[in-house]
């Protein structure tokens, strides 16, 4: 096999993959490669539109995953859209930067993460990026550009209206980690150009030219190289083997591998490697370089409900809806507003009027039962360890009954946005009525999965269907979603808080009376009053997210650790890990903002002990 060398070789040209990239090329004399899979797409205009972002899904740009059927969901396999693409899913997604909570952060530092603390990952998350006309005092100074749209309907006071209304704040800061209320959040839209802010341009337009810094695309890395012992006989990562144009080579690391591939693919990567479950690898006839049954476990996902309402056509209050209809002149007249101005709906996601939000008190009194129950941490403990469900458990409870910390966040939708049974988005009603949906996303769920590779000849679902990636092992991706009895209990009182929220002043006003349409398998208007229905309509209409975090878990291996807290992988040297997959407790919505402090967290780690 032809081979090469560079100091650093990273694993996934995604979003942690660049900006560790970015930072570790700052010095000179360290020569660092990227390994990606997929094309490079900056300059696309799918990528650079912000409302262009969701016609990436299904292309090349994704790696079009499945996942197992779904027990607690009726039994239904979803959708999983992945970056693969020069910049991953940031190149993706749908631009929203939300933090996550001091809590959840500092949760992260007691599992036995020293530095991982509140206090130092926020430093990290500023540096990550800029919001010039902040109206708060956080603006942050990194490359990626933040902005926030301007409000051009009513519909953005109208939910600040009504989640006062409900006795929440309408003005605190998102990024001081103890936000609770309505927020129209941040995006990654760089303000002066109006395109897409993400990795693959923020980051890499400041590493441009730099002789020491190489990317491949359309290279996939296959596994790491173990052909060393170091003094203390642990084995040592010294380099990848990868696959590009058919051609399978290698490529030497002088001094470290990382591994930034994401929660799904990183975990992919170790076992192909043989690092994972010893009896796992043997039935796949894989050498076993370090076992540790925990990687791919800990797999967190966010479990998210639609709810649309038929809304009265009124100036003030337009709607997405012509847009979503693919109606010609409504479609010309927003690239017209984009390419003039910069704005009207082709600049933003659509997705940024938002909420965190707890549970009422009647309510976290009513789920006491369930909050006190442990059988099923004692009957379905999978490969997690006693000492990690308990930290889980005891975190998620603290959120739950606290009142004042969100348990859900709700993302308002002018307009008609639904899911489809499989996850993707539903189709919109024929006719021309307008919606109002709202997104209810569980914040932090109990429930456990696992992403493991499966034998190539395995007929798995969620095998990559990608006609681009034919040589990508089979996976099989299983969030678990609502297998925890907390989470279906804690996701239906949230779905019946937003139906009361809509349903009554000021929203109820802007409401068709009478009217009944709504998302294919929802009950009457009205219904999800009753916990019992709306519980049943959760079962059916629940899917999951795009957010996938923990199965590399950062913790002491003991009580399921992949990585230390200085990111080396456990039983072996020369190897680490840095993306969302270390994160082993799931931050509390959209995982970007929390990725990007982690991508620039572990940079910091990476310099300092080198």
Same mark, same amino acid.
């Given at each position: ?49 912000? !409302?262009?972002? /969701? ?93 926030? !749209? ?20 309408? =003005? ?24 897409? =802010? ?50 399978? =080579?290698?490529?030497? !690391? ?73 109606? /010609? ?66 975190? +998620? ?9 969100? %348990? ?47 034998? /190539?000849? %395995? ?13 990508? /092992? ?87 650790? +992949? ?5 080396? +992988? ?41």
């Amino acid at each position: 096999m032809e081979s090469k060398a560079f100091d650093f070789i990273i694993v996934g040209g995604g979003l942690t993959g660049l900006v560790l990239a970015t930072r570790l090329s700052e010095d000179p004399s360290a020569q660092v490669l990227v390994i990606e899979a997929g094309e490079d797409l900056t300059a696309d205009p799918r990528v650079k539109i912000p !409302a262009l972002a /969701p016609t990436l899904v299904g292309t090349s740009a994704d790696w079009c995953l499945q996942t197992t059927p779904q027990k607690s969901l009726d039994g239904r396999q979803f959708v999983q859209a992945a970056g693969r693409t020069l910049g991953g899913s940031s190149a993706l997604n749908s631009h929203t930067f939300t933090p996550t909570s001091k809590a959840n952060v500092d949760a992260w530092a007691e599992l036995g993460n020293p530095g991982w603390d509140w206090s130092s990952f926020s430093k990290s998350l500023e540096r990550s990026y800029t919001l010039e006309k902040s109206p708060w005092e956080t603006k942050g100074s990194g490359p990626l550009q933040l902005s926030i !749209a301007e409000e051009d309907t009513k519909w953005p006071q109208l939910w600040k209206d009504a989640i006062s209304k409900l006795g929440y704040p309408t =003005s605190l800061d998102p990024f001081s980690g103890q936000f609770l209320g309505a927020l129209r959040t941040p995006e990654s839209i760089d303000p002066a150009t109006h395109q897409k =802010s993400f990795a693959g341009s923020a980051y890499l337009s400041a590493a441009e030219g730099r002789e020491n810094l190489t990317i491949w695309t359309q290279t996939l890395a296959d596994k790491v190289i173990f052909d060393k012992v170091s003094e203390g006989g642990k084995p040592v990562a010294t380099g990848v083997q990868y696959t590009k144009d058919g051609k399978t =080579s290698r490529v030497d !690391a002088r001094k470290e591998v990382i591994l930034s591939a994401g929660a799904i693919h990183s975990p992919k990567v170790l076992e192909l490697s043989g690092v994972g479950d010893a009896g796992l690898l043997k039935s796949l006839g894989i050498d076993v370089v370090v076992d540790n049954p925990h990687v791919g476990e800990n797999l967190q996902n966010h479990t998210m409900l639609g709810i649309t309402f038929e809304v009265l056509q009124e100036e003030g209050f337009e709607t997405m809806d012509k847009i979503i209809r693919q109606d /010609p002149e409504a479609i010309a007249a927003a690239m017209e507003s984009y390419t003039t101005t910069g704005s009207g709906p082709f600049s933003r996601s659509a997705i940024d009027i938002t909420a965190q939000v707890p549970l009422p008190a009647t309510e976290i009194a009513d789920l006491d039962r369930v909050l006190q129950d442990t059988s099923y941490e004692t009957t379905n403990p999978g490969k997690t360890t006693e000492a990690f469900a308990k930290a889980h458990r005891s975190f +998620v409870h603290s959120v739950v009954s606290s009142g004042t910390e969100a %348990s859900a966040q709700y993302i308002g939708i002018p307009g008609f946005g639904v899911f489809a049974p499989d996850g993707n988005r539903a189709a919109i009603p024929p006719g021309s009525a307008s919606y109002f949906s709202v997104t209810v996303l569980l914040s932090h769920p109990l429930s456990r999965g696992s992403v493991h590779v499966r034998p /190539p000849s %395995s007929s798995s679902p969620s095998s990559p269907s990608s006609p681009s990636s034919p040589s990508s /092992p089979a996976l099989a991706v299983d969030p678990n979603s609502l297998s925890h009895p907390l989470d279906l209990e804690v996701l239906a009182r949230h779905a019946r808080q937003v139906e009361k929220l809509v349903t009554t002043e000021p929203f109820a006003g802007r409401l068709v009376p009478g009217s009944v349409t709504r998302h294919p398998v929802a009950p009457p208007r009205g219904s999800l009053a009753d916990l019992d229905s709306a519980k049943d309509y959760v079962r059916r209409a629940a899917v999951t997210a795009f957010h996938y975090t923990g199965t590399c878990s950062m913790m002491p291996r003991g009580i399921g650790g +992949v990585v230390d807290p200085r990111l080396r +992988v456990y039983g072996c040297e020369g190897l680490r890990v840095c993306d969302a997959s270390i994160i082993p407790i799931t931050p509390r919505a959209s995982p970007q903002a929390t990725i990007y402090g982690v991508a620039e967290h572990g940079a910091e780690i990476i310099r300092s002990s080198l």
